[in-house]
């Protein structure tokens, strides 16, 4: 099975610079020549997670299937109140299992530098919950990171590129460690 990197842009802002770094993240990945795929959630109709009827929803199962088969994840959200946005909490109460003993990165843009420990609630969630295995290394950006015209700095462009290099090498060596095994 070849490996995959599947992004996944939790922002709804059309103007968003999170799904600009998820799109960077597409890009580097392919570099490596991997499979990427990008998940633009303001593509998707999804419920609220209410345990119960929203699991059965005619959105999750297609998503679910797409992070099963995924080598590794990258969540690209925006920082709301010093926590990843609903929307991607959301996206792993739906999708539950799909997430198990998976690489999972984060690419996070926020207003202010105070924020950056904001992925570690959801990412203990899927450490505990689901042996997901958290990449130690995240990208966490802030008004700044970017140029006026928008476009991503050198700087940011760099860290997505140091994010993108750990998940790709942990992907590989999962993917031999379950050959070996076998």
Same mark, same amino acid.
């Given at each position: 099975? /070849? ?5 996944? %842009?939790? %922002? ?6 999170? *799904? ?19 998940? +633009? ?11 119960? +009827?929203?699991?059965? *929803? ?19 959200? /925006? ?23 998976? /690489?999972?990165? !984060? ?30 290394? !995240? ?44």
């Amino acid at each position: 099975m /070849p490996l995959s990197v599947l992004i996944i %842009s939790c %922002s709804l802002n059309t103007l968003s610079r999170s *799904h600009l770094l998820a799109q960077t993240a597409e890009s580097a990945i392919r570099n490596f020549d991997i499979n990427a795929e990008l998940v +633009d959630l303001r593509e998707w109709e999804l419920p609220l997670c209410d345990g119960r +009827d929203s699991l059965s *929803h005619p959105s999750v199962a297609p998503l679910a299937a797409k992070i099963t088969r995924a080598s590794a994840v990258l969540v690209a959200s /925006p920082i709301y109140n010093y926590d990843l946005n609903a929307v991607a909490k959301n996206v792993v109460e739906l999708t539950g299992t799909a997430w198990s003993e998976k /690489p999972v990165g !984060f690419l996070c843009t926020a207003g202010g530098r105070s924020s950056y420990m904001s992925p570690i609630g959801l990412a203990n969630s899927l450490m505990f919950d689901f042996r997901s295995l958290i990449i130690p290394r !995240f990208v966490y950006a802030v008004k700044d990171d970017f140029k006026d015209n928008g476009d991503l700095s050198d700087q940011l462009r760099a860290r997505i590129d140091e994010l993108v290099q750990a998940t790709v090498d942990l992907a590989r060596a999962l993917a031999w460690l379950k050959v070996t095994d076998s």
